[in-house]
């Protein structure tokens, strides 16, 4: 994962489990930590909004770095795509029982869904290999 000074965060203090907080990255260390089994990227994200309470010393938190949204977005499950050349998918369209080859232009995508931004329309069925999906 990309990430860079600027990019907006969520914050959930363990302390506070039903309060989410807004931030915003603004330190991200060059270097890679390889020290555990999973690559670690190092960032500083400062909050951008206020906490009401004070949290005790030591308090921890979970943060999620947000690369990108995509608001009023046609989403499907990722499995439902079929790359036909690098960069560019097509996904099977269920209609009247027969399925059709679509083309479509994604945008973002994460591990669960990708957002279709041409292609595709609100209610097209479309079908993941397993099962279909609306």
């Known amino acids: 994962m990309n990430v860079q000074a600027g990019y907006e965060a ?3 203090f363990d302390a506070l489990p039903d309060q989410s907080f807004k931030g915003k990255v603004t330190v991200v260390y060059p270097a890679l930590d390889t020290s555990s089994n999973s690559p670690l990227v190092h960032v500083t994200v400062k909050l951008t909004d206020s ?8 308090a921890t938190a979970s943060v999620n770095v947000i690369s990108g949204r995509a608001s009023n977005a046609v ?3 990722v ?12 996904v099977f369209v269920s209609s009247n029982g027969k399925l059709r080859l679509h083309l479509i232009d994604v945008g973002l995508q994460d591990a669960t869904y990708a957002e279709v931004k041409s292609g595709l329309q609100v209610g097209d069925v479309v079908t993941t290999g397993i099962t279909a999906v609306q």
């Open 10 to 12: 969520d914050i959930t």
């Open 51 to 58: 906490i009401a309470s004070n949290l005790p010393v030591g």
């Open 75 to 77: 989403l499907i499950p």
């Open 79 to 90: 499995e439902a795509l079929h790359q036909t050349d690098p960069g560019k998918y097509a």
